[in-house]
């Protein structure tokens, strides 16, 4: 079996979506894998090859207001034009999300559906994660032991899944862990940091977006 990740994140490397593609990977069975770093709007001739010869593609990629990153978007339309050499591909999505909720990236899912249908591939299942940026502080921590035990059971039923190229109700986890000390970690490690690289102050975070024109 050739399976072929698509990790759609514009970051080239050290995103969440890499770091939930390299949790997924030891619970694959030994089988043909190649990930490949999609960050723009473009595919080479090689990795369209790789990708429309495989058996199983998994999108991997972060949620971009309730879809896909844009660059993403335009490589499935290119792919949609030129087509796939095998007929029989079985499609899978992993989706995070800086929300609590994995429920979010539900529209996500309906559009790589849809665009299965469009092109004629087989839709599997999704796994929508949330509070992706926790990602990073929980990655060194077994999988089943830690504030993402519920993507243990998730990643294991999408294994089972790909393995007989089925399909599969999705599956939306949010970490176990108490949403308002998870919005004070984001705060702390995340959203006021981003705001003061940006030359922001914390309560600007809290401004409508006219207030800033």
């Not at 591939?121 to 994660?129: D, H, N, P, R, S």
């Not at 004070?184 to 705001?195: M, V």
Request: charged share 20%; aromatic share 12%.
């Amino acid at each position: 079996m050739k399976l072929v990740f698509i990790n759609g994140s514009p970051k080239n490397k050290g995103s969440n979506t890499e770091n939930f593609i390299k949790c997924l990977l030891p619970f694959m069975p030994p089988c043909e894998t190649e990930v490949l770093y999609i960050n723009n709007d473009c595919l080479t001739e090689d990795e369209y090859i790789k990708i429309s010869q495989s058996d199983v593609l998994i999108f991997a990629f972060p949620l971009y207001v309730d879809s896909l990153p844009s660059h993403l978007l335009k490589v499935l339309v290119l792919l949609e034009e030129k087509g796939f050499e095998n007929k029989d591909i079985a499609v899978y999505c992993i989706i995070n999300n800086g929300f609590f909720e994995g429920a979010q990236n539900r529209i996500a899912c309906s559009i790589i559906k849809n665009w299965c249908n469009a092109v004629g591939l087989k839709w599997g299942m999704a796994v929508g994660i949330g509070a992706g940026e926790m990602s990073p502080s929980v990655m060194n921590a077994p999988l089943d032991k830690g504030p993402f035990r519920p993507l243990s059971f998730a990643f294991n039923s999408l294994v089972q899944t790909i393995n007989h190229r089925s399909t599969a109700d999705n599956i939306f986890v949010s970490p176990m862990f108490p949403r308002f000390l998870w919005r004070i970690a984001a705060n702390c490690t995340f959203w006021l940091p981003k705001a003061k690289a940006n030359g922001l102050k914390g309560k600007d975070i809290f401004r409508s977006a006219s207030s800033l024109k």
